[in-house]
């Protein structure tokens, strides 16, 4: 199998306090984990992408110090929204490679943060 | 430009009445073409993945093509558990896994 998890699968908070995303691949470690963002009725977004001890490449426009995406361990990525606003309110998403080599993405269920 | 181009946009279908939903993409060398499945509210379910033309896959109901081009996801008899947001996503040669999805078709099947 390649199972990957998500938690929490939603949240709500403040504006400007933070929230942490945990991506956890549960029968497979990953070299690479990958963020993604999706609004209402459109296609996933790519944010950043990490490796299991590196720095997280973003993607251009994608705010580097209020999306910060740690890749302890090779079943572990965390993303942390920094200064939460309610333009950040979205669907996030994590996806995991099995590892260097196989292409496939498998994806988490998804976190729905809603920001008030 | 890498790009991928679904369409429809939406699809209707009544049981049992097959369909095709396209992906046209422009790649800069392809290493892989993935079609993934999206329920409201929920992650992509890997479906297939497709490396050259002519390739061919199959699960079930659905079978994956793929051309120097395009790729054709072929929905046989569908059922209305196969309505989901259909994903095709490529990945081009070089750099690390990235994939580049296209916006996707939404099917509904009614009984």
């Known amino acids: 199998g390649a199972v990957v998890s998500q938690h929490p699968s939603w949240v709500i908070c403040k504006s400007g306090t933070s929230v942490k995303i945990e991506c956890r691949s549960l029968?497979?470690?990953?070299?690479?984990m990958f963020w993604y963002r999706q609004f209402p009725k459109q296609s996933l977004m790519l944010m950043a992408t990490?490796?299991?001890?590196?720095?997280?490449?973003?993607e251009q426009g994608v705010e580097k110090d209020k999306f910060l995406i740690n890749h302890a361990s090779l079943t572990l990525s965390t993303l942390t929204v920094t200064s939460a606003h309610p333009e950040d309110s979205s669907f996030y998403i994590c996806s995991a490679s099995k590892l260097e080599g196989a292409y496939e993405q498998y994806f988490g269920p998804g976190t729905r943060l809603t920001v008030t | 430009e890498d790009q991928v181009t679904q369409s429809p946009e939406a699809l209707r279908l009544q049981e049992g009445e097959s369909s095709s939903l396209n992906c046209s993409y422009t790649v800069s060398g392809l290493r892989g073409l993935f079609w993934y499945r999206q329920d409201p509210g929920k992650g992509p379910e890997f479906l297939f993945t497709l490396y050259s033309a002519g390739e061919e896959k199959e699960k079930e109901r659905l079978k994956a093509t793929l051309t120097k081009k395009e790729s054709f996801l072929h929905i046989t008899a569908p059922k209305p558990e196969d309505s989901a947001t259909y994903l095709c996503a490529v990945q081009a040669m070089g750099g690390y896994n990235k994939l580049i999805f296209g916006a996707g078709t939404r099917l509904a099947v009614h009984p």
């Open positions: 029968d497979f470690q990953a070299t690479t």
């Open positions: 990490s490796n299991e001890g590196s720095k997280a490449t973003y």
